[in-house]
């Protein structure tokens, strides 16, 4: 007895059918790229705001340290009391 060969027969249908509509595929091409566009410089622009908050805190670190360095009273309450090391 020969062996019949079973035929895989799939019915090419569409694949919007098989799977519901999703929103991608309901925005027109443009519509898409537009909001990925914006997505994209919305994010360089909090990029942009943390690095100057960055920026802004670093230069006050600074501008205190300086100040700090400057008031005597700071500068005995945190030196090295033994003279010795100094001589």
Do not use: C
């Amino acid at each position: 007895m020969a062996k019949k060969k079973k035929a895989a027969h799939r019915h090419a249908s569409p694949i919007s059918q098989d799977k519901p509509a999703t929103l991608k595929d309901m925005l027109r091409p443009g519509v898409l790229e537009e909001l990925k566009a914006q997505a994209a410089q919305l994010k360089a622009e909090e990029e942009t705001r943390r690095e100057q908050r960055r920026k802004e805190a670093e230069e006050a670190r600074i501008a205190e340290q300086k100040r700090l360095e400057n008031d005597f009273e700071y500068l005995l309450k945190n030196s090295d009391l033994d003279w010795k090391k100094y001589k």
